[in-house]
């Protein structure tokens, strides 16, 4: 538990990485390799019951997601990661705020297939970028219902070809509340189960 704590102390009040300083993340990347190393569950993938749910992103490495902060009048809101085991389905989404009445959305939908007892391949299947008054937004779990149900939105809404939209993620540590995962460009993601 000393580790988990030790890297829960480290990330609070660093924004998910964007107040970081370079020695802060040093310092973050060390609690978090401290506590990959004892990692409870050896076969992350194969265990469906703590991988199922909704997660929210506590720490990130990846610029992708926080340069969504950078652009003019944007604030980057809450990020979550769902998966849905049955479906082989991974739900990625940020909440953007900045003007009122202007809150926005950017979601990425893609399906995953276990290459290993701890990694994944992702095959990016879809991205939905809009307001979420217009999409009817109330929380990633009534979000991604409506996304299964089929349901087209009043939004950017397309296709992506997953031949070319494609990676794949370590999963470095998993217990009941907190994941740990590594991706293919050299990120970095902890997440808490909602």
């Keep these: 538990m000393f ?38 569950t ?5 265990a469906s019951e703590l991988l199922e749910g909704d997660w929210r992103l ?6 992708g997601l926080l340069n969504i902060d950078r652009f003019p009048l944007l604030k980057l809101g809450q990020i979550y990661q769902s998966i849905r085991v049955q479906t082989s389905s991974i739900y990625n989404i940020a909440e953007i705020y900045g003007l009122p009445y202007l809150e926005g959305l950017v979601s990425v939908a893609a399906k995953f297939e276990p290459l290993s007892q701890r990694r994944v391949q ?28 089929g349901q ?13 939209q494609q990676g794949w993620l370590d999963i470095t540590y998993l217990d009941n ?4 995962g590594r991706g293919n460009e050299g990120s970095v993601f902890v997440l808490t189960k909602v």
């Design 3 to 40: 580790g988990k704590l030790a890297l829960m102390e480290a990330i609070a009040g660093k924004n998910r990485g964007l107040l970081a300083t370079e020695p802060e993340k040093v310092a973050i990347l060390g609690a978090i390799a401290q506590l990959e190393e004892r990692n409870p």
């Design 42 to 46: 050896s076969s992350p993938v194969e």
């Design 58 to 63: 506590l720490y990130t490495t990846s610029s």
């Design 122 to 149: 992702v095959k990016f299947k879809r991205s939905i970028l809009g307001l979420q008054r217009l999409i009817s937004y109330q929380s990633p779990a009534s979000f991604i219902q409506q996304i299964e149900q």
């Design 152 to 164: 087209k939105f009043a939004a950017v809404d397309f296709a992506l070809d997953s031949r070319e």
């Design 177 to 180: 509340d907190l994941r740990i």
